[in-house]
């Protein structure tokens, strides 16, 4: 069973706005560091933006810096990444992850242990 589930990508033109989920299941996500990652084909998996556990406190990367942001319902259990301004760049398969801080930067998939399968984000222009 997958502890994370993805949902809420599709396609939008540039300039509008997507919200992704990822349901947690069998763990209290705000115990872990929490990750939304990309990959665009023929590239490399890239952080998008990270929570930290405890205290909330985010981090983006800059291509995404004032137009994403990486919400979590503690209640609900739930991460949210909320999308605005899309581009066409942001093209990509989005994931959800979670895990530990330990030797790799938070911003490193190697950080990360458990991870949901992927939703599709296409943006077109």
């Known amino acids: 069973q997958v502890p994370l589930v993805e949902s809420g990508g599709g396609s939008v033109q540039a300039g509008g706005s997507l919200r992704l989920s990822c349901a947690v299941s069998g763990y209290t996500s705000s115990s872990y560091c929490m990750g939304w990652f990309r990959q665009a084909p023929g590239k490399e998996r890239g952080v998008v933006a990270v929570?930290?556990?405890?205290?909330?406190?985010?981090d983006y990367a800059d291509s995404v810096k004032c137009r994403f942001t990486i919400p979590r319902d503690n209640g609900k259990n739930t991460l949210y990444l909320q999308m605005n301004n899309l581009k066409p760049e942001d093209t990509a398969v989005y994931y959800c992850?979670?895990?530990?801080?330990?030797?790799?930067?938070?911003?490193?998939?190697?950080?990360?242990?458990?991870w949901g399968r992927g939703t599709q984000v296409t943006v077109s222009s």
């Open positions: 992850a979670a895990g530990r801080p330990g030797p790799y930067p938070v911003s490193a998939p190697a950080t990360y242990a458990a």
């Open positions: 929570i930290y556990p405890g205290a909330d406190t985010t």
